[in-house]
């Protein structure tokens, strides 16, 4: 299968495999583990309108309302309800250094709906198209806006109509391209992403710009994914945590290349120890141990003894606490 360049706007992204916005993951340190393993654009974990218009220049906004100097081209994606927040907040994005802002309508948790953001647009197809016009003109043209979608809020063919008009809508008013995960905002995570529809959807738009999103968990689903629904790249979201290597094997098949192997026990350390360092420089000590712990529970699944190596990761409160698991470990 030849890659095909991934373009987005005036941002021309190369490999067309990108790390998707995960809350509670993709923080500035896992957005360049995934760059070093061969993601050449990332997105940070959502925000809300209100947080980047409400937070000041301390420290809240340089853990979350940053672009970092060296993981350029970044994302910064966007959840809210009113069209004027989602303006000025869009623009103070920008002002912060982000190179694309993408509308988050896809949300499924029950609070977000609840308050009418996320996956609520999905129903309310004006209001949607509403808030991609005003931001589109608000911003500069040089800055990219996209948004994420689910396949509908629910089964229905009401559901349908309502993705239809967001997306064909959307794109009139210049969407540069949409993430699509093929679940409803209704499925949550239930069930499986259905890539017949994202398919559909990819026939229905031609030549603007789709990624596809949902159980993108090996290389080699990824390339039958791509290759059957003809979507222009991918987002990889629970797949590449505690498995950036993930990047570099669907880059081997895309290029036609066999499968690297899996990464030996000191390629894992090298990675989980750049993973700390970078976390630890951003956060401090404290939090680093307490955010490191979950990437830990990933991480371990990779190691031949990942239910012990899982367990002393989860019990490691420290960084020397964590060396030595990491000594005991992964040590050759
Ligand atoms: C823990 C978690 C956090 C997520 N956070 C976001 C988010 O902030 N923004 C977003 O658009 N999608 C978010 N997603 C959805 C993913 O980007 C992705 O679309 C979804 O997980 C399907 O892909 P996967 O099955 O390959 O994980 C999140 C998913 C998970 C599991």
């Known amino acids: 299968m030849k890659i095909e360049s991934l373009k987005i706007g005036n941002l021309t992204l190369g490999f067309p495999v990108i790390q998707a916005a995960l809350s509670g993951y993709s923080d500035v340190s896992m957005r360049q583990i995934a760059r070093k393993h061969g993601a050449n654009f990332t997105l940070c974990e959502v925000m809300l309108d209100q947080f980047v218009l409400n937070v000041g ?4 906004s340089r853990l979350y309302l940053n672009a970092q100097e060296e993981e350029h081209p970044v994302g910064a994606q966007l959840m809210g309800t009113e069209p004027e927040m989602f303006v000025s907040a869009a623009k103070k994005m920008v002002e912060t250094g982000f190179d694309l802002i993408d509308l988050n309508f896809a949300c499924p948790v ?3 709906l609840g308050r009418g953001r996320g996956g609520f647009f999905m129903s309310k197809p004006a209001e949607a198209v509403e808030i991609i016009d005003r931001v589109r003109s ?7 806006l996209t948004m994420k979608l689910r396949k509908g809020f629910d089964d229905s063919a009401e559901s349908e109509d309502a993705f239809f008009e967001i997306l064909e809508k959307g794109f009139r008013k210049g969407i540069a391209a949409v993430t699509l995960h093929g679940r409803t905002v209704r499925q949550k995570y239930l069930g499986e ?5 994202v398919s559909r959807v990819k026939k229905r738009i031609g030549n603007r710009i789709l990624l596809g999103s949902g159980d ?3 290389a080699e689903t990824v390339r ?5 629904t003809g979507v222009d790249g991918v987002a990889l979201a629970r797949g590449a945590i505690g498995n950036p290597w993930l990047f570099g094997q669907i880059r081997a098949l895309l290029e036609g290349k066999p ?3 899996p990464p030996a026990l000191h390629e894992q350390r090298e990675t989980i120890q750049l993973h700390y360092d970078l976390s630890e420089a951003f956060y401090g000590p404290v939090r680093a141990a307490a955010e490191m712990r979950k990437f830990g529970v990933y991480y371990s699944r990779l190691h031949p003894d990942h239910e012990l190596v899982r367990a002393d990761f989860v019990a490691s409160k420290t960084r020397s606490q964590w060396q030595l698991v990491l000594e005991k470990w992964y040590h050759v």
Do not use: I, Y
Request: proline share 13%; hydrophobic share 35%.
């Open 57 to 60: 220049k301390g420290k809240k």
């Open 110 to 112: 029950k609070k977000v």
């Open 138 to 144: 608000a911003l500069p043209d040089s800055v990219p």
């Open 193 to 197: 992403s259905d890539w017949n529809f």
């Open 216 to 218: 993108l968990f090996s």
């Open 224 to 228: 039958q994914r791509m290759t059957e």
């Open 259 to 261: 499968l690297p192997p």
